[in-house]
């Protein structure tokens, strides 16, 4: 599967963003996908999963509330729908794909980059205050 993530732009502390992340191949539809982010000169961070197969997503808790991941099966598109950003959200905001049950099997796991064996090119995401 090919991921391509896109929405990226800067905005005003406060501000909402939606992120894309589609998907290509002939597997496409059958991946759990994941989002993750890496601000300048810190380590790739989970931020949270589609679930395939529970058709229901799971978030790092310190974006609860505030982030959304949905789906639009139709158009094989996984987006993140950020609201209430602020400055420490600035990031390149990456997209992934695990394979299909990953979340189910390895629940514990979700937040390890290497449970996703598919990356995308990330969209840089900057929030100024």
């Known amino acids: 599967v090919q991921l391509q993530a896109s929405g990226g732009g800067v905005v005003q502390s406060g501000a909402s963003l939606k992120l894309s992340c589609a998907a290509s191949g002939r597997t496409a539809l059958s991946h759990d996908v994941g989002w993750f982010r890496q601000a300048h000169g810190k380590e790739r961070e989970f931020v949270g999963v589609?679930?395939?197969?529970?058709?229901?997503?799971h978030y790092a808790e310190f974006v609860k509330g505030r982030f959304t991941i949905s789906r639009d099966k139709a158009k094989n598109v996984v987006y993140l729908q950020m609201n209430s950003l602020n400055p420490e959200d600035t990031a390149i905001y990456f997209c992934a794909a695990a394979p299909r049950h990953m979340v189910f099997l390895h629940r514990e796991e979700i937040d390890r980059p290497w449970r996703y064996n598919s990356w995308g090119q990330g969209t840089l995401v900057t929030v100024s205050s």
């Open positions: 589609w679930n395939w197969s529970g058709n229901s997503a």
